[in-house]
Structure formats: structure tokens, C-alpha cells
């Protein structure tokens, strides 16, 4: 079990990717819209980790990753989008979150192998 943040601009996904990470054992702490709440909400709840949105509204989600990076005890961040990975190429490789997950795959498994990943391997990327 771990605690979770959600940084998504689009309510509808932020209440889908509670409810399944709820269902797989998982605590949501809280939502934000954007990157700088989410970055605010971050330093504030704690959360061991991060599901965040690439394309939000005033800043990316890679810049977010990089912030959370920066802190004392950073969370595992996982990216998601409705794109594919392939459409972020090597800005994936050279970002610190534990990896990516398309919003069409995202599944319990999929988070469940991203976060035994970075315990295993910290600032790794999919």
C-alpha cells in the first residue's frame, strides 16, 4: 500500500484513477489540477507517490517531476498522458519519474510494477 497524489487537469480522470487505485489497496491523499498545486499539495501531504499528468495547463508534468525531485524525500513520480510514450521520446529517459503509464493502460499492475521498479532501481524511466 502506498499513499497517493493525483495531478490531473481533467476531474473525470483525477475520480477514475482514484477508484482504481483504491481498489488495488492504494490511500489517495489528494488531487490537484495543475502543477503548481500539485507541487504545493506535494510538499504539504507527503505522499509516497506522485500519479501526474504530462499536459497540464501551466506547466508540464516534467517540470513538476523535476520539482518533486528536488525535495528532502521525493515520492516516486509516475507519468501518465493520453499519449503514447513514444510521442515524448528521450524527454522520458532524462526525467526522474519512475516511469510512464498511457491513461488508456493504466491498471493496478502497471503502478504496482513501477513503484517495486523504483525500489529496486530509483530515477529509472519506461
Given at each position: 500500500m502506498s499513499t497517493?497524489?493525483?495531478v490531473d487537469d481533467h476531474a473525470s480522470f483525477r475520480a477514475q484513477a482514484k477508484a482504481l487505485l483504491e481498489e488495488n489497496g492504494h490511500v489517495v491523499?489528494?488531487?490537484a489540477a495543475d502543477?503548481?498545486?500539485g507541487v504545493?499539495?506535494?510538499r504539504a501531504l507527503s505522499p509516497e507517490a506522485v500519479l501526474l499528468d504530462i499536459g497540464l495547463p501551466d506547466m508540464d508534468g516534467f517540470e513538476?517531476?523535476?520539482r518533486l525531485a528536488a525535495a528532502p524525500a521525493p515520492p516516486a513520480v509516475i507519468l501518465t498522458?493520453?499519449?503514447e510514450s513514444a510521442e515524448y521520446g528521450p524527454r522520458l529517459a532524462g526525467c526522474p519519474a519512475a516511469g510512464f503509464i498511457a491513461k488508456d493502460e493504466l491498471s493496478g499492475p502497471a503502478v504496482a510494477a513501477l513503484l517495486a521498479g523504483r525500489r529496486t532501481s530509483p530515477?529509472?524511466?519506461q
Open positions: 497517493f497524489l493525483i491523499v489528494g488531487e502543477g503548481r498545486s504545493e499539495r506535494a513538476v517531476a523535476r498522458s493520453s499519449r530515477g529509472t524511466a
